[in-house]
């Protein structure tokens, strides 16, 4: 059966063939697969990538998708929902998503949804070795490899800048500045930060391997800081540990970048909104006293680009920074994977290109509490009876783009127009209507 489907990539239309979307959140590539709460968590989630579907595509996902969510994200992408399939694949604790599909005797049938769409590729949320041996078995390529072969070339790069050591020693060879500090193992982590405490005053304190802001510690002098040491998943008796200055941050910001073999390019960047360290939102695109470090950032980007696509590597990636009151600018991570931000940006473009509102609109991402328990039906009609829902016709308005809350209270919603002002107002709106704290 012939199935491509025609795409934009760069500007310019393409047709490509199915996509496997393989929403891999419990995965070793961000966070230790024995951090195993933590990784089901974020795998809640999942449901967000129904937004990447078009005709023929299916999305494997390690919770479930809720029809009223599904029916409302496909209407909104103008896509026919009989046109795409879902598979539920349980996380089980401490198991990579691609051995969980194994144990649980589903290879068989995604193998019978394959034959069905010649072409097909595996599209990870993130390239850990468990997604590319899931594609060879499978017998279709990793997207946007030609082969699941080639896609193994990339996987020791993957690995190495998905860390907080790997991303610094990267970044001095690259000359992207990041915070003073050094990295450490466990037994000599007391010592790093008694000598940066006495140096800087106040110090950072991350484990090796995470994300989202997942074990960073903050630490003064007096602060009995080495209880938090014992957090499920955070570097283990030999893990690596990186002790840094604290930094007096005005913006936290991020640059998402794709690169190929032969191209590496700038797609979105933004201000990161942050509680404690951790992600809670994200404005874009980069406005008022955060716009003027873009260039730079976008600088370091390719940089970083060229040196993953020398050693294999082709896909998103993004380079997460911070800029002080002073103004300077000092990158703090890489992420080389999907994001928290990549999906919603596609979702973004789609909706934006609907409603006239071109190639760059403005577009933010919250994460709020309401008052009141509301079901996903429920919580669409208050949107529209209150004239704020997504409609091209407006080409503006909310999304609630990653299904129904099992609480009914912690929303996450998107809001998309041609302003960043007009953001702002939709955001203070939608409080008001959703009964946000």
């Not at 951790?278 to 680009?305: H, I, K, M």
């Not at 080409?395 to 953001?423: C, F, K, M």
């Amino acid at each position: 059966m012939d199935r491509l489907l025609t795409v934009e990539r760069n500007g310019v239309a393409e047709q490509r063939a199915p996509w496997l979307v393989h929403a891999n959140f419990v995965s070793d590539l961000a966070l230790g697969l024995e951090a195993g709460a933590v990784l089901e968590r974020w795998a809640t989630q999942a449901p967000r990538k129904v937004w990447l579907l078009q005709a023929g595509d299916v999305l494997v996902s390690p919770v479930p998708v809720t029809q009223d969510f599904l029916a409302y994200a496909l209407d909104l992408l103008g896509v026919p929902g009989g046109d795409v399939s879902v598979v539920h694949a349980p996380s089980r604790t401490g198991t990579a998503m691609a051995d969980t599909l194994r144990h649980d005797g589903l290879l068989e049938m995604l193998r019978g949804l394959v034959a069905d769409r010649p072409g097909m590729a595996l599209l990870p949320t993130a390239l850990d070795a468990s997604s590319v041996t899931l594609a060879a078995d499978l017998g279709i390529a990793v997207e946007p490899y030609a082969s699941a072969e080639l896609a193994t070339a990339a996987l020791g790069v993957t690995s190495r800048l998905n860390t907080k050591v790997g991303f610094r020693h990267v970044a001095s060879e690259l000359g992207i500045r990041v915070p003073r500090g050094r990295a450490c193992g466990r037994d000599g982590l007391h010592d790093a930060v008694r000598a940066h405490l006495s140096t800087h005053g106040r110090v950072v304190v991350k484990p090796d391997r995470s994300a989202g802001g997942h074990g960073m510690t903050f630490v003064s002098v007096g602060d009995p800081w080495w209880l938090h040491l014992d957090q499920e998943g955070l570097g283990g008796a030999d893990g690596a540990w990186v002790v840094e200055e604290w930094l007096d941050v005005a913006h936290s910001v991020s640059i998402q970048m794709q690169t190929d073999q032969q191209v590496v390019r700038s797609v979105f960047s933004g201000e990161m909104r942050m509680a404690g360290g951790a992600f809670t939102g994200y404005l874009s695109p980069l406005t008022g006293a955060a716009a003027g470090v873009e260039a730079e950032l976008e600088q370091w980007g390719r940089s970083l680009g060229r040196y993953l696509a020398e050693r294999g590597y082709a896909g998103p990636f993004s380079i997460d920074a911070v800029v002080g009151r002073d103004g300077s600018l000092v990158a703090t991570e890489s992420n080389i994977r999907r994001t928290a931000t990549t999906t919603p940006q596609v979702m973004v473009t789609r909706l934006a290109r609907a409603g006239g509102l071109g190639e760059a609109p403005a577009w933010l991402l919250g994460h709020r509490s309401a008052a009141v328990a509301y079901d996903f039906p429920a919580a669409v009609d208050r949107l529209n009876a209150a004239g704020i829902g997504w409609a091209s016709h407006k080409g503006e308005g909310v999304v609630l783009y990653a299904d129904a809350p099992h609480d009914g209270r912690s929303w996450r919603y998107a809001i998309i127009g041609s302003r960043r002002e007009r953001l702002l107002q939709l955001e203070e709106r939608l409080s008001d209507v959703m009964g946000f704290g």
